[in-house]
């Protein structure tokens, strides 16, 4: 009996599997088209999963290991299965490895139910605490089912009693783990999330690459909509990466906006995005809301605005705005979800046709579209702060190794003791370098966080034309979102160049003997790594190299290196200025106090900003340009010669 009920609910629920996901597929096709590898990249799925996306998991080696079992033994088992009970393979050897992944498969199940016991508040509830009975269920019906097979058991064992209770629980686990994975449920992100791994829009990320620069619109195609308004807005490829989402709640927790209490959760936004694409409410997400609002009050559909300014719609504009873009969300999910991708692309919306940015953006916009630089100061002054500096102008030069990128920190006070710092650092090591002066103008930065994209490209290829009429080897610059845009994102517009931070050419000064340094006298001492320089460049050691050669040891917070809590001041946030229960930037002096640290190093004016921000009582902070200035010894003679220090310069 069992042998004739096995194989009619295999094939029904593989059936059905197979109608679902032409039914999902449809439903992903419905957004904007968008160029993939089809073939190339189904044969790169498999490394993909198996090192890119356990390179994420494996940070977590509970879960990790729980996957490698549940995951694997489902894959074996499920091949197995079909081979042994779908077409009656039933051979020993292959019913022991049957057997075998059953039992690897209801082990790592085990892990699944002791995690479900106590969930983190960050997991989903709901449907996600069956599928552990789910996943135990299969693999033990499962391996009962094969026992005979295997020649442990009389092929008659138990009767037609044991039969049906099998045929049972088969038909429990193939409804979830097959028929679920492409109609909807748990098991969805399993055959979402393979697809998405498949035909990433940013299949750069794989193979140890890094891509973090957005993404530019096509202004000159009348045709091409400015942002997304609606779910179907989205490229295809992005609305198959929602729907892999698996609900982990990784992003929430490392979410510094989540963190203050303000209106965004980055896991419902996504789950948002999914149930705007289906068509419905939120009344069913068994997870976090987003801070102050309630859930079940917003519904949308794949034709319907995702944010309405005149009333309820899926997603509140707020919550758009509440991102500091510091890609911690991004950097922690497993499935490898670009999540600030699509926050961007519905301020582009609201932005660019809707003219909503709140709060000062609209003014802030003007002002660069006006002056040139966010704060509105005349052009003129750019370079008011070096007046006693006798800074050499690229103009003059028109060629030199290194073109100092000053940026709008030069209409700040603070920021300006930063600049003058980095200066008496490159004049120390007798780099040959100039500024743009009055020329530069700004990155184009905080435009498009804002969602502006047509003033960032105005920007951009203003810049671009500029740095054209001169020769120079690299750019050099002491903000990382400058630094940024310009190495990631002006490369699409036509202007390739090789940009470093400051931190990293005062790395290779160093490494290169050009610099003479004495030792800090400060005692204790955090770095605090910028959003855009860590998760959006990979830098890391240069500045802890730095504060190293200058005797500084550094405490690290608890939240460090890649997991580095935001200052609050990227992505346009402080303009934009969405209130929540406390703010970011003191989230973060809490985590640089429990260090004990007098002093904190930083490598980027927002982040100073920010910081020094926080009320007194609180560590001073410090650029490392600024540590290193302090710390300057004056060079024997010899070491002054251009050609020693254009050597320190090109040490790689």
């Known amino acids: ?167 049972v629980g088969v038909a429990w686990g193939v409804s979830e783990l097959f028929f679920g994975m492409t109609w909807g449920g748990p098991m969805k992100h399993a055959f979402a999330g393979a697809l998405h791994l498949a035909w990433h829009r940013r299949s750069e990320r794989f193979g140890g690459g890094r891509s973090t620069g957005l993404k530019a619109l096509d202004l000159d195609n009348p045709q091409a909509p400015l942002g997304v308004e609606k779910p179907t807005d989205f490229t295809w490829n992005q609305l198959l990466g929602f729907d892999a989402c698996v609900q982990c709640g990784k992003c929430e927790a490392a979410c510094p906006a989540f963190a203050a209490g303000q209106p965004l959760n980055p896991k419902k936004l996504i789950q948002d995005m999914v149930i705007g694409l289906a068509g419905g409410s939120d009344a069913q997400f068994a997870g976090s809301p987003y801070p102050g609002k309630p859930i079940g009050e917003h519904s949308g559909g794949p034709h319907l605005p995702i944010v309405n300014l005149d009333g309820k719609a899926l997603v509140d504009a707020d919550t758009l705005w509440s991102c500091t873009t510091c890609r911690a969300c991004v950097e922690e999910c497993p499935m490898m979800i670009e999540h600030v991708d699509a926050i961007v692309d519905m301020r582009r919306h609201l932005t660019l046709e809707k003219g909503a940015t709140p709060n000062k953006g609209a003014e802030v916009l003007d002002n660069l579209i006006a002056t040139d630089n966010p704060g509105g100061f005349a052009p003129g002054g750019r370079l008011n702060w070096a007046a006693d500096l006798d800074l050499p102008l690229l103009s003059d030069k028109r060629e030199v190794d290194v073109l100092f990128w000053v940026g709008d920190g030069a209409f700040d006070m603070r920021n300006q003791r930063t600049l003058r710092a980095f200066v008496k650092v490159l004049k120390a090591a007798n780099v040959d370098f100039a500024v743009l002066g009055l020329e530069e103008r700004d990155s184009g930065d905080v435009a498009r966080r804002l969602g502006d994209e047509a003033t960032f490209q105005q920007l951009a290829r203003r810049n671009i034309a500029t740095l054209a009429q001169y020769r120079f080897k690299r750019i050099v610059s002491c903000d990382p979102h400058s630094f940024h845009v310009l190495k990631n994102e002006y490369g699409e517009l036509g202007g390739h160049y090789q940009v470093l931070h400051h931190s990293s050419f005062i790395d290779e000064l160093v490494r290169g003997g050009a610099l003479h340094l004495g030792r800090h006298a400060a005692s204790s001492v955090t770095y605090h790594d910028p959003c855009y320089l860590g998760r959006y460049n990979g830098e890391y050691e240069a500045p802890r190299t730095v504060l190293k050669a200058i005797g500084i040891e550094v405490r690290e917070m608890a939240r460090s290196g890649f997991r580095s809590r935001c200052c609050g001041g990227g992505g346009g946030a402080p303009i934009t200025d969405i209130p929540g229960k406390q703010r970011i930037p003191d989230m973060r002096m809490v985590d640089i106090k429990e260090t004990g640290a007098e002093l904190v190093a930083v490598g980027c004016p927002q982040c100073t900003a920010m910081l020094e921000g926080v009320v007194a009582p609180r560590p001073e902070i410090k650029d490392i340009a600024e540590l290193v200035a302090e710390v300057l010894l004056e060079a024997p003679v010899e070491a002054k010669k251009p050609s020693a220090a254009k050597a320190a310069v090109e040490v790689a």
């Open 1 to 167: 009996m069992l042998n004739t009920l096995l194989p009619i609910l295999l094939f029904a629920a593989l059936g059905l599997a197979v109608l679902g996901a032409g039914k999902r597929f449809l439903m992903w096709r419905r957004g904007r088209p968008a160029q993939v590898a089809w073939i190339g990249g189904l044969l790169q799925m498999p490394r993909r999963y198996m090192v890119d996306l356990h390179h994420v998991v494996a940070r977590d080696k509970y879960m990790a290991n729980t996957h490698v079992a549940t995951a694997g033994g489902f894959v074996l088992a499920a091949v197995l299965a079909i081979a042994v009970h779908g077409f009656g393979l039933h051979h020993r050897i292959l019913g022991y490895a049957l057997l075998a992944a059953c039992a690897l498969m209801f082990a790592g199940a085990l892990f699944v139910a002791k995690r479900r016991l106590d969930p983190p508040a960050r997991l989903s509830k709901g449907p996600w605490m069956r599928l552990p009975k789910s996943l135990l269920m299969f693999a033990a019906s499962f391996f009962i089912a094969t026992l005979p097979v295997a020649g442990v058991l009389p092929a008659n064992f138990g009767g037609w009693i044991l039969a049906v209770v099998l045929a």
